[in-house]
């Protein structure tokens, strides 16, 4: 029953949209209709407005993370709320289940779960933006290792979490694999950046 619970908890947290709410607040219509039609804060910048893609980025975060504490706090399974808020972002019942790509409420359920591995895979995007300057490559790599980085803290349980995550990021972004396959992904910095990674 507490993990039925955990998963209705993250799932419908993890489903707000946040970029299209503050964008359709802001009154800049329908952040589905611009860029790539994506409601992560990379799209919502495409508004001009850094400040919403901000404020995009730390709730879609704050969302992932308040899955995790308010289960933790009940004593439901944590991982199961994280996981369960990540594919509500992803795949929201209130869009159709058309969602955001994830990263930045995956960094959020990490960092709740275990803050060493939110560390270590925020190094791990740092360096690879700075080394690659893709950010949707940074984010892969980013995910992939987070499995791994858990298993190896003791936390399975955790892990297997992650790898979840980790599967539906790469299911996300199999448009930007193939760019990046095909030498077309744009690069950190480039105004017409389509990856999209939040």
């Given at each position: 029953?507490?993990?039925?619970?955990?998963?209705?908890?993250?799932?419908?947290?993890?489903?707000?949209?946040?970029?299209?709410?503050?964008?359709?607040?802001?009154?800049?219509?329908?952040?589905?209709?611009?860029?790539?039609?994506?409601?992560?804060?990379?799209?919502?910048?495409?508004?001009?407005?850094?400040?919403?893609?901000l404020a995009t980025l730390l709730?879609?975060?704050?969302?992932?993370?308040?899955?995790?504490?308010?289960?933790?706090?009940?004593?439901?399974?944590?991982?199961?709320?994280?996981?369960?808020?990540?594919?509500?972002?992803?795949?929201?019942?209130?869009?159709?289940?058309?969602?955001?790509?994830?990263?930045?409420?995956?960094?959020?359920?990490?960092?709740?779960?275990?803050?060493?591995?939110?560390?270590?895979?925020?190094?791990?995007?740092?360096?690879?933006?700075?080394?690659?300057?893709?950010?949707?490559?940074?984010?892969?790599?980013?995910?992939?290792?987070?499995?791994?980085?858990?298993?190896?803290?003791?936390?399975?349980?955790?892990?297997?979490?992650?790898?979840?995550?980790?599967?539906?990021?790469?299911?996300?972004?199999?448009?930007?694999?193939?760019?990046?396959?095909?030498?077309?992904?744009?690069?950190?910095?480039?105004?017409?950046?389509?990856?999209?990674?939040?």
């Amino acid at each position: 029953m507490t993990i039925a619970l955990a998963a209705i908890l993250g799932y419908l947290l993890g489903s707000i949209p946040f970029g299209l709410v503050i964008t359709r607040l802001a009154g800049l219509g329908d952040i589905r209709a611009i860029g790539s039609g994506n409601i992560g804060a990379t799209n919502v910048l495409r508004t001009g407005r850094k400040d919403l893609a901000l404020a995009t980025l730390l709730l879609d975060g704050g969302k992932g993370a308040g899955a995790v504490v308010v289960a933790l706090l009940l004593g439901w399974r944590p991982e199961v709320a994280a996981a369960a808020a990540f594919l509500g972002h992803c795949y929201p019942v209130w869009l159709r289940f058309k969602g955001g790509k994830g990263v930045a409420t995956f960094m959020g359920t990490l960092f709740a779960l275990h803050v060493v591995a939110g560390l270590f895979a925020g190094a791990v995007w740092l360096a690879a933006a700075f080394a690659t300057r893709y950010s949707s490559l940074s984010a892969l790599l980013a995910a992939a290792a987070t499995p791994f980085v858990l298993f190896t803290l003791g936390k399975p349980a955790f892990a297997i979490a992650a790898l979840f995550m980790t599967a539906l990021i790469v299911i996300r972004h199999k448009d930007n694999i193939a760019r990046l396959l095909n030498g077309a992904e744009p690069k950190i910095g480039r105004k017409e950046d389509a990856n999209a990674s939040a």
